[in-house]
């Protein structure tokens, strides 16, 4: 089956900075590619997301590139606020099976 | 509030027990996916029912089983459990198959002593 990694696992960064979260996938039939933030005591909530004939999507603050070729995806979050502190996931999708990363916590220092 | 409500939000069992999760989907949802997410093993897909069907199954164990109802809620069923069964569960729903939007519930929180 298909292999997420996720890295940092823990990233601290000052408000106003960017953040970068990058991902790899193991199966070249992946296609769907979401990124969800969860927050403590609640359910994942998808921010942003990209299918595999996308290079690069972005939704204000937020963008997500893929490299198909290299199997990788990565989340961008410019001018963090502390409202970004969270556990972002990153998934792969494949046949209807959502396969996810082990999750990165963003602390964004004020 | 993403529309999608799950019962119990806790519980606590002893094992060797059965307990039913239940997802009511968002309103004009088809599809319900099932997951697990445990301290040492991440978020983890169980299972996906689309329109009472089941479409896709992840990592779910013998001992766990799911259903959609004619209504479109769902139930989760988990049976002789084990200590390492203790997990949250979380349930989403989308309007149609994979690759589009999943909204997921609060979750239930699931202790086994």
């Known amino acids: 089956g298909e292999n997420v990694e996720q890295h940092p696992s823990t990233l601290s960064v000052q408000e106003g900075d960017s953040a970068v979260i990058k991902c790899t996938y193991s199966?070249?039939?992946?296609?769907?590619f979401p990124w969800y933030k969860q927050e403590l005591g609640k359910g994942p909530q998808l921010i942003i997301d990209?299918?595999?004939?996308?290079g690069e999507k972005k939704d204000q603050r937020i963008a997500v590139t893929l490299n198909k070729t290299a199997k990788h995806f990565s989340l961008h979050i410019t001018e963090t606020q502390p409202e970004d502190s969270a556990v972002y996931f990153c998934?792969?999708?494949?046949?209807?099976?959502?396969?996810f990363g082990s999750g990165t916590k963003l602390n964004v220092k004020p | 509030d993403s529309g999608v409500t799950q019962t119990p939000k806790h519980l606590i069992t002893a094992t060797g027990q059965r307990v039913t999760l239940r997802c009511s989907p968002r309103?004009?949802?088809?599809?319900v996916y099932w997951y697990q997410q445990s301290l040492d093993q991440g978020l983890q897909f169980l299972i996906q029912?689309?329109?009472?069907?089941?479409?896709a199954k992840g990592n779910i164990l013998e001992r766990f089983s799911a259903q959609q109802f004619p209504d479109l809620h769902s139930e989760l069923n988990l049976s002789s459990l084990e200590l390492g069964d203790s997990a949250l569960y979380f349930c989403?729903?989308?309007?149609?198959?994979?690759?589009?939007?999943?909204?997921f519930g609060p979750g239930t929180r699931l202790t086994v002593l």
């Open positions: 990209i299918r595999s004939n996308v």
């Open positions: 998934a792969a999708e494949q046949i209807n099976k959502f396969y």
């Open positions: 029912y689309y329109n009472g069907e089941e479409r």
């Open positions: 309103s004009g949802d088809l599809s």
């Open positions: 989403a729903s989308s309007v149609r198959l994979a690759t589009n939007e999943q909204f």
């Open positions: 199966d070249s039939a992946s296609n769907y």
